[in-house]
């Protein structure tokens, strides 16, 4: 796999493992203040039942490692938007093919998803390196 291609099993859709907020403080590594930042962020939702997914999981672990750097719950919040511009544009275009008459048509859709998933993070990947190269003079 090329650096900054994600792999198929990382594009799942199907996160149906409910756990607790404790589950999730212990499986993330962060205590409740932090958490508690990364909701007020808008990073992570509960479910309507105050559950969390295992996409929390790696959320928090990810913005904990970039807390390392310095960056905040709230400075994290540019990421969010970007991906929520990007999940619009995809569900844009999965939509008409979701919404087929044959059997197959949820199955292409969510393949369709996957694959534009993949190629929007490899393109942004891509992005940032060069955008950060060009902004050290490399």
């Not at 093919?97 to 891509?126: C, F, M, P, Y």
Request: aromatic share 4%.
């Amino acid at each position: 796999m090329v650096p900054g291609e994600v792999s198929p099993e990382e594009l799942r859709f199907d996160h149906e493992i409910r756990m607790t907020r404790t589950d999730l403080l212990q499986q993330a590594g962060i205590d409740e203040k932090f958490l508690a930042e990364l909701i007020r962020a808008n990073l992570i939702t509960p479910g309507a039942a105050g559950f969390f997914d295992t996409e929390a999981v790696t959320l928090a672990r990810t913005a904990k490692a970039l807390s390392e750097f310095g960056l905040e719950a709230r400075h994290l919040r540019a990421f969010k938007l970007a991906a929520d511009r990007e999940a619009a544009m995809v569900a844009q275009i999965a939509a008409p093919i979701a919404k087929g008459r044959d059997a197959d048509a949820r199955a292409r859709a969510e393949e369709t998803v996957r694959e534009l998933a993949a190629l929007s993070l490899t393109l942004h990947t891509s992005l940032v390196k060069t955008a950060v190269r060009a902004a050290l003079g490399s």
